[in-house]
T-cell receptor, first 114, second 112 residues
Framework: EAQVTQNPRYLITVTGKKLTVTCSQN?????MSWYRQDPGLGLRQIYY???????DKGDVPEGYKVSRKEKRNFPLILESPSPNQTSLYFC?????????????FGSGTRLTVV | DAKTTQPPSMDCAEGRAANLPCNHS???????VYWYRQIHSQGPQYIIH???NNETNEMASLIITEDRKSSTLILPHATLRDTAVYYC?????????????FGKGMKLTVNP
């Protein structure tokens, strides 16, 4: 089944403890992206990647890192999480550069930083 | 990308057609209209997109006005599982950032 898989689904962590949220897609998509969703603020893009080894900042990149060493994987790294990074995170992928195709989203990762 | 305007909420009876409106009066010629929905806190789900012609797929139909300043998403036979927040998004095809700008969307409630 074509899908975007995020892990973990739920995570509670403490301030400052490095964590990684994994994202993997099995559709050979070139484009991958991370979003966070917060009440009243909607979905905001954190980082995106147009291909292997090509990443760029979205609207809210502070406090996050990403890497794209393989086409299928796009992990989101929080080097020193803080409570304001408590949020619902979504990974998404899309095929092709035309922009004509829709994004496929993962099921989400609910992160709580205490 | 052009901005879109949607009503904040809408109710629909189960089994009836749900017509979800969207205004995008500043849309430019190379911008597509996309519809996504988000059921509770699940990941957004792509529904349909179009440029200027009406489109239909297994989920819905998209009607775009001739001047392209507004569109309507039609769910022909709404079910309880169609209750969700629906997002209308316009974006340029091939724009480098591949970013989707989600507004507040419209909450559709399908009632039994």
């Amino acid at each position: 089944e074509a899908q975007v898989t995020q892990n973990p689904r739920y995570l509670i962590t403490v301030t400052g403890k490095k964590l990684t949220v994994t994202c993997s897609q099995n559709m050979n998509h070139e484009y991958m992206s991370w979003y966070r969703q917060d009440p009243g603020l909607g979905l905001r893009q954190i980082y995106y990647s147009m291909n292997v080894e090509v990443t760029d900042k979205g609207d809210v990149p502070e406090g996050y890192k990403v890497s794209r060493k393989e086409k299928r994987n796009f992990p989101l790294i929080l080097e020193s999480p803080s409570p304001n990074q408590t949020s619902l995170y979504f990974c998404a992928s899309s095929y092709g550069r035309t922009g004509k195709n829709g994004y496929t989203f993962g099921s989400g990762t609910r992160l709580t930083v205490v | 990308d052009a901005k879109t305007t949607q009503p904040p909420s809408m109710d629909c009876a189960e089994g009836r057609a749900a017509n979800l409106p969207c205004n995008h009066s500043t849309i430019s010629g190379n911008e597509y209209v996309y519809w996504y929905r988000q059921i509770h806190s699940q990941g957004p789900q792509y529904i349909i997109h179009g440029l200027k012609n009406n489109e239909t797929n297994e989920m819905a139909s998209l009607i775009i006005t001739e001047d392209r300043k507004s569109s309507t998403l039609i769910l022909p036979h709404a079910t309880l599982r169609d209750t969700a927040v629906y997002y209308c998004i316009v974006r340029v095809a091939g724009s480098g950032s591949e970013k989707l700008v989600f507004g507040k969307g419209m909450k559709l409630t399908v009632n039994p």
